[in-house]
C-alpha cells in the first residue's frame, strides 16, 4: 500500500509541474477544404513516445491539451487517408496556449494503408463509428487473458453473468483477426484462453451479420461486434504457453495452449482441467465475484481457420469437454396471493456429470465477377454436430408454514436421470451481388435434426397436515424425443431507382416432433414399477408449417433512411397423441405484422441515431393449448386452454450514438417501450394445501419502460491514461397477473446510476473503481399485497502496482450491500481477490501467489422479487482458498519472443483517421 500511495504521489506531482499547453489549429486539404477526423498527434523528439492525439472536427479544427513533462521541443504530426503525411518541429511554449493556424495537407500520389508509423499509438483512437483500443497502452499482467485486458478497457463491462456491454451497448460477437474464433461467436475460449501481450488492437464496430459484411450494408442491429487483432511480423506467430496451479483444500488448475497466426490463418490448441469453477481457460487471479457450486472441468480442444472474411475461407474445429458439478441452496419464500399468504424454507442439493462433443466444418467460397465488376457470389455450408451426455441426481425438502407459524405441509423430492443428445445441423447459402453490386440475392436452406433419450427415476412425497395425509409419486421415466426442423429463407434486394430500393423476402418452415414417454409407478404388490402411467405418458407427433411472406421499401434522402415492412405469417400446427386423444388438435394462425425504422447517421459515421418501431407475435406452445391436466408434478397441476389467443406486442425503440472524437468522448443513449395486446399468462389457484393449479390466460394492458443513457471521457499524456464514465438506467414495468382468481398489477420501478474511473501512470501502477446503486420498487393495487422496495449497492475496485524490477502485486475488490434480505441472510458481502507475483528467465514464466476470498467474507445470498413472492437464496459458493501458479510462454510473435512486451519507444502501423471527401 506504500508503494501505491508514494507513486500516486509521483504521478501527481509530475503531473502539476510540467509544462502544460493547448495546442490549437486547423485542417484543409489543398483546395481549401475543411478535413474531418484528421488524427493529429505529437510526439516526443528524443523517442517518438505521443504524448497526445485527438481528432478534428466538422471544420476541421483541433484542440489538444498537452504535458509537456520535460520536453523543450515536440514533432506535431497530421495523418489523413488520401493525403501526405504532415509533420513539422514545435518549441513548447511558455504560455499555456499553441496556435499552428491552418495547417495544408498535400495530395497523396499513391495511395497507402498505413499513413504513418506511430512511435506509441494512443490508447483510444475514434474512428467514425469504430473505437480502437491499442493494447499496449493497457498494463496487463504477465499470465493475464483476452478477458483480462477487455476489462481494463474503458467503457468495457462484464455484469455478474458474463454478458459484455461497451458503453452500455451489448456485445453480440467477439472475433479474432476478424474471424470466429474456434466457431464461437461469442469467444469464450478466445477470451481465457488467448494470452494478453500477444493483442495489438481491441476494436469495437457495429455488428453485422455475414450478409451485411458481403454486401456493405450497414448494420441495424443495435449492438456491438468486438475484434481483438493480434500483433503480427514478417516472421510467423508461433506461440504457446504452459499453466499450472496447486492450492489449499486440494484445488489445482493446469492448461496447455498452442497457437499459430498468420494473416488469414489460424491454428489452434487448447487443453486444460481444474475444480476451481473454470469451465474453459486459466486464470491467473479470478475476478471478485461469486461462484456458484463446485464445478471441476476437463477440456480439449483444435481449430483450424484459412483465409479472411471477405475471401474463400475455411473454418474447421472440435471441443470436447467434461464437468461434475455439485450445487446445494437454502431458500427462503414470502408469498403474498390474494386471502392466503404463507412462507416456506426449501433446502436442495444436486450433482451433474456431463460430457460434450461439438465440432463445427463452416466453408465459404468466393467467386469473383470475370470483369473485375464488384459482382461476386458467396457460396457457403456450415456444418455443426454436437453430442452431450449426462448423469445427475438432485435432492430437495421444502417446509411451508403459515404466518401464524403452523404447519401446512413437508414436501420432499429426490431424482436421478441419465440421458444422451444428438444435434446435426446445417446451413447452405447463397449470396449473388449484381447490378454493379448494389443489387444482391440471398438464399439459404437450414436443416435441423435432434434426439435424446432420457431415463430417470422420481420419487416425492407430500405431506399435508391439514388433511393429515401423505401422498406420494413414485415413478420411473424413459423418453424418446426426435425433432427437425426445415427452413428456406429468400431475400431480393433490388434498386428501383436511385436511393430507393425494394426487398421482396420469403420464408418457409417445416417443423416436426415425435415425442415417446413412457411413465410408470412403483405398484407395492409387485415391487416393481410395473403400473403403466398413461396420463402422464405420450406417443405423440406434432407437425407445424409457416409461410411467411414480405415486403420491404427502402428511401434514402441525404444522411436519413427510411425503411417500412409488411408480413403475412400463416402458421399450421397439427399434433395427434395415439394415448389420450383429448390432447390432439388441429390450430390454423394468420395475422399481419409491421415495422418501420428512421436512422439518422452523419456523413463520417460518428453519429447515429434511430427509431424503430416492430411488432412480435407470441403464439401459444402445443402444451398451453391442450386442455390435458400435466400432473408430473403433484405439488403443481397445468392444464392448457384451447381458447388461448396469440399475443401481439408493439416494440419501439429509440436509440443514439455519438462518438465525439474531437474531444475524445462517447455518448450512448437508449429507450424501449412494449406494450402487449392479449399477452399469454399463467392464472394459478393456490388451494388452502398449497397445491398450485394453473392454466393460461389472455389479458390486455401489460406494459414495459426502459432506458440507459452512458457517457464516457477518456484522457491521454506521455506518461498518464484516464478514463471517466457514468451511466444511467432506470425501467417501469407494469405487470398484471391473476392469482386465485383476482386479477392485480404490480407496477415495478428500477433505478441504477453509476460511475466508473480508470488510471495508468507510466505502466507501474493502474486501478479502476466502479460504483453503482439501484434502488427497486414495487406497488401493487390491491391492498391484499405489501408495497416492497429496497436499494443494492455495488462497490468495485481492481489495482496492480509494478515495482522492483519484475514484481507485481493485484487487488480485484468486491462490495455489495442489499438493504432488505431476511433475517438469516446477511447483506453485506466483501470479496477480496489479491495475486502477488514475479517473473522469471527473462519474462519467460511468472510465479504468483493468489488468495481467492481472503477475508472469507464472501456469501452466495441473493434476492428477487416477482409479482407472488419475495425471494431469499443462498447459494453454495466456491470458498477461501490459496494457490500457487506457474506459467510459461515460448514463442515468437511479430518478429519477438511472445513473453517481451514492446518497449515503449517500439513502433506500430495505424492507419489515420478519415478518409477522402468532398
Known amino acids: 500500500m506504500k508503494h501505491s500511495f508514494l507513486l500516486l504521489f509521483l504521478a501527481c506531482s509530475t503531473s502539476l509541474f510540467a509544462q502544460r499547453f493547448t495546442l490549437e489549429g486547423q485542417v484543409k486539404d489543398p483546395d481549401a477544404i475543411t478535413l474531418e477526423g484528421a488524427t493529429v498527434y505529437v510526439q516526443s523528439l528524443k523517442d517518438s513516445i505521443t504524448m497526445a492525439y485527438g481528432i478534428t472536427n466538422k471544420t476541421g479544427q483541433f484542440s489538444i491539451n498537452i504535458n509537456a513533462e520535460e520536453e523543450t521541443k515536440l514533432l506535431f504530426n497530421v495523418a489523413y487517408l488520401g493525403y501526405q503525411p504532415y509533420s513539422k518541429d514545435i518549441d513548447v511554449p511558455t504560455e499555456n496556449k499553441f496556435d499552428m493556424g491552418t495547417v495544408t495537407l498535400s495530395d497523396q500520389i499513391e495511395q497507402l494503408n498505413v499513413i504513418s508509423i506511430i512511435g506509441k499509438a494512443p490508447p483510444i483512437v475514434i474512428k467514425k463509428d469504430t473505437i480502437e483500443y491499442n493494447a499496449d497502452s493497457f498494463k496487463t499482467l504477465a499470465n493475464d ?19 459484455i456491454t461497451v458503453n452500455g451497448v451489448a456485445v453480440e460477437a467477439i472475433n479474432v483477426d476478424g ?29 453485422k451479420t455475414n450478409l451485411q459484411k458481403f454486401t456493405g450494408e450497414e448494420s441495424d442491429s443495435g449492438t456491438k461486434e468486438i475484434n481483438i487483432k493480434i500483433k503480427k511480423g514478417k516472421n510467423t506467430a508461433f506461440f504457446g504457453d504452459l499453466n499450472g496451479g496447486v492450492g489449499t483444500d486440494d484445488k489445482y488448475q493446469a492448461n496447455a495452449n498452442l497457437f499459430q497466426m498468420i494473416d488469414g490463418k489460424q491454428i489452434g490448441f487448447i487443453s486444460g482441467t481444474n475444480n476451481i469453477n473454470m469451465r474453459r481457460g486459466f486464470t491467473a487471479l479470478p475476478d471478485a465475484k461469486s461462484s456458484t457450486g463446485y464445478v471441476e472441468s476437463d477440456f480439449i480442444g483444435a481449430n483450424y481457420s484459412k483465409g479472411k472474411w471477405d475471401e474463400t475461407r475455411v473454418n474447421a474445429n472440435y471441443k470436447y469437454s467434461a464437468s461434475n458439478v455439485d450445487n446445494s ?17 426449501t433446502v436442495s442439493n444436486s450433482t451433474t456429470d456431463s460430457d460434450n462433443h ?11 465477377s470475370k470483369n473485375k465488376s464488384s459482382n461476386k457470389i458467396q457460396l457457403s455450408n456450415d456444418l455443426k454436430f454436437n453430442r452431450d451426455t449426462s448423469d445427475s441426481f438432485s435432492q430437495s425438502t421444502t417446509e411451508s408454514n403459515s404466518k401464524d407459524g403452523s404447519a401446512i405441509s413437508d414436501y420432499n423430492a429426490n431424482s436421478e436421470s441419465s440421458s444422451v443428445g444428438n444435434s446435426i445441423d446445417n446451413e447452405i447459402s447463397a449470396i449473388v451481388r449484381t447490378g454493379k453490386g448494389r443489387d444482391f440475392f440471398n438464399f439459404k436452406l437450414s436443416t435441423d435434426f435432434d434426439n435424446s433419450d432420457t431415463d430417470s427415476k422420481n420419487y416425492s412425497e407430500n405431506i399435508l397436515f391439514q388433511k393429515g395425509t401423505t401422498q406420494i409419486q413414485d415413478q420411473i421415466r424413459s423418453t424418446e424425443n426426435t425433432t427437425s426442423n ?24 417445416i417443423y416436426h416432433n415425435k415425442n415417446e414417454k413412457n411413465v410408470f409407478d412403483f405398484n407395492e404388490t409387485d415391487n416393481d414399477y410395473t403400473d403403466f402411467n398413461a396420463q402422464q405418458s405420450f406417443d405423440s407427433k406434432y407437425v407445424t408449417t409457416t409461410l411467411k411472406p414480405a415486403l420491404r421499401f427502402r428511401y434514402e434522402y441525404k444522411d436519413f433512411r427510411f425503411e417500412v415492412e409488411g408480413a403475412y405469417t400463416n402458421t399450421f400446427r397439427k399434433y395427434t397423441d395415439d394415448l389420450i386423444t383429448e390432447r390432439n388438435f388441429n390450430a390454423e394462425f394468420d395475422y399481419i405484422t409491421y415495422s418501420s425504422r428512421i436512422r439518422y447517421r452523419d456523413e463520417k459515421g460518428y453519429k447515429n441515431i434511430s427509431l424503430n418501431y416492430n411488432q412480435n407475435v407470441d403464439l401459444p406452445s402445443s402444451t398451453q393449448l391442450q386442455p390435458v391436466a400435466d400432473v408430473s408434478n403433484q405439488t403443481h397441476i397445468y392444464t392448457g386452454n384451447p381458447d388461448l389467443e396469440p399475443g401481439l406486442s408493439h416494440n419501439l425503440r429509440f436509440r443514439y450514438q455519438n462518438n465525439i472524437a474531437f474531444n475524445n468522448i462517447t455518448i450512448n443513449a437508449e429507450t424501449k417501450a412494449v ?3 392479449d399477452k399469454i399468462i399463467n392464472s394459478t389457484i393456490t388451494d388452502a394445501d398449497l397445491i398450485k393449479y394453473t392454466t393460461y390466460d389472455n389479458i390486455n394492458g401489460d406494459y414495459s419502460l426502459s432506458g440507459n443513457a452512458s457517457i464516457s471521457k477518456s484522457y491521454f499524456s506521455q506518461n498518464t491514461n484516464i478514463n471517466m464514465s457514468a451511466k444511467f ?7 398484471i397477473s391473476i392469482q386465485n382468481g383476482v386479477k392485480f398489477s404490480g407496477k415495478n420501478t428500477v433505478y441504477k446510476p453509476s460511475v466508473g474511473f480508470k488510471y495508468s501512470y507510466n505502466n507501474k501502477f493502474d486501478f479502476g473503481i466502479n460504483y453503482s446503486y439501484s434502488v427497486n420498487e414495487t406497488l401493487y393495487d390491491t391492498d391484499a399485497f405489501n408495497d416492497n422496495e429496497y436499494f443494492v449497492q455495488n462497490l468495485k475496485f481492481d489495482s496492480s502496482i509494478f515495482f522492483l524490477k519484475n514484481v507485481f502485486f493485484s487487488n480485484k475488490v ?23 507475483g514475479v517473473q522469471l528467465w527473462d519474462n519467460k514464466g511468472t510465479l504468483t501467489l493468489v488468495g481467492y476470498d481472503i477475508l472469507g467474507k464472501n456469501n452466495g445470498y441473493r434476492r428477487s422479487v416477482t409479482e407472488t413472492y419475495i425471494q431469499d437464496i443462498e447459494n453454495k459458493i466456491l470458498e477461501q482458498y490459496f494457490m500457487v501458479t506457474f506459467s510459461y510462454k515460448f514463442g515468437r510473435i511479430a518478429g519477438q519472443n511472445m513473453n517481451v512486451r514492446p518497449s515503449r519507444s517500439g513502433g506500430g502501423g495505424r492507419t489515420g483517421g478519415g478518409g477522402r471527401g468532398r
Open 145 to 163: 487473458r483476452a478477458e483480462d485486458l477487455l476489462k481494463k478497457l474503458p467503457g468495457v463491462e462484464f455484469d455478474i453473468d458474463g454478458n
Open 179 to 207: 474471424m470466429e474464433f474456434f466457431g464461437e461467436k461469442m469467444g469464450d475460449i478466445a477470451l481465457k484462453n488467448l494470452p494478453s501481450n500477444v493483442i495489438s488492437k481491441v476494436q469495437v464496430t457495429d455488428y
Open 329 to 345: 441452496s437454502f431458500r427462503f419464500r414470502d408469498y403474498f396471493l390474494p386471502n392466503l399468504n404463507y412462507t416456506t424454507e
Open 358 to 368: 461439438s465440432g463445427d466444418l463452416d466453408l465459404k467460397f468466393i467467386i469473383p
Open 486 to 509: 426445415i427452413n428456406f429463407n429468400g431475400y431480393w434486394f433490388k434498386e428501383l431507382f436511385t436511393n430507393f430500393r425494394i426487398t421482396p423476402k420469403y420464408s418457409a418452415t
Open 675 to 677: 406494450f402487449v395486446e
Open 729 to 735: 438506467a432506470a425501467s417501469y414495468d407494469n405487470n
Open 814 to 836: 468486491a462490495y455489495t450491500y442489499n438493504s432488505r434480505v431476511g433475517d438469516e441472510f446477511d447483506g453485506d458481502a466483501v470479496f477480496w481477490n489479491a495475486g502477488l
